[in-house]
């Protein structure tokens, strides 16, 4: 896929939702963490059902160690692995306390020393929070980097680069929803709605359905 087929499918994108963001419900960089840490293997619409519940009583790292163990998970009992996810988000807790005055850390570095944080939390955080023009290469990217041909690779560090290095600059900030969203509800992994995709004519993939 050459630059001028890749600028014109983030220019529809673009053009379909000028302003695409996060589908989990967060009001800072804190809540924001903890709703990606509890997003993994799990749908954001039940992350959303059970930050509902937790934020009003417990947005500060503060305020969800003083839960214990016992009060998160009466959270988040209905999200999969919520045993480990509340043990690493209480340790997550502690460290900024102890390492980061309470604050989130906007470097990369910092971010992937938290427990349960790894590269793909800590992009979204870095993108979402801070506005930092990364790109989190999750299933629903891996799936429409290589279906489309806009970024194939074999890996998710792979299609990341890839997405970074062919990805126009004014787009990168932006790309990570769009792409998101595109493989949620258009790009579908069993059966993609090629009838309702606005790239459909600049997209690679072969077997496109009716």
């Given at each position: ?14 053009a ?14 804190f ?19 059970a ?39 209480l ?33 979204v ?86």
């Amino acid at each position: 896929m050459n630059a001028a087929k890749r600028r014109a499918i983030f220019e529809r994108l673009e053009a379909a939702n000028p302003a695409p963001t996060t589908e989990l419900h967060h009001r800072s960089p804190f809540e924001l963490l903890v709703a990606v840490v509890l997003s993994a293997q799990a749908t954001d619409k039940s992350v959303n059902l059970a930050t509902a519940t937790l934020f009003p009583v417990a947005d500060t790292p503060e305020k969800l160690l003083s839960l214990g163990e016992d009060g998160l998970t009466a959270h988040i009992r209905r999200i999969g692995l919520f045993k480990t996810k509340a043990k690493n988000l209480l340790a997550t807790c502690h460290i900024l306390l102890d390492k980061h005055g309470g604050q989130v850390p906007r470097h990369r570095e910092a971010l992937e020393a938290l427990p349960g944080v790894g590269r793909k939390t800590a992009n979204v955080v870095l993108n979402t929070a801070f506005g930092e023009p990364t790109i989190a290469v999750d299933t629903h990217i891996f799936r429409v980097a290589n279906r489309t041909g806009l970024a194939p690779g074999k890996t998710v560090l792979e299609v990341e680069r890839k997405l970074l290095r062919h990805t126009p600059p004014e787009f990168r900030q932006d790309a990570h929803h769009w792409l998101i969203l595109h493989g949620r509800y258009v790009c579908k992994a069993r059966k993609p709605d090629c009838a309702a995709c606005v790239i459909r004519d600049l997209c690679d993939f072969k077997e496109k359905t009716a």
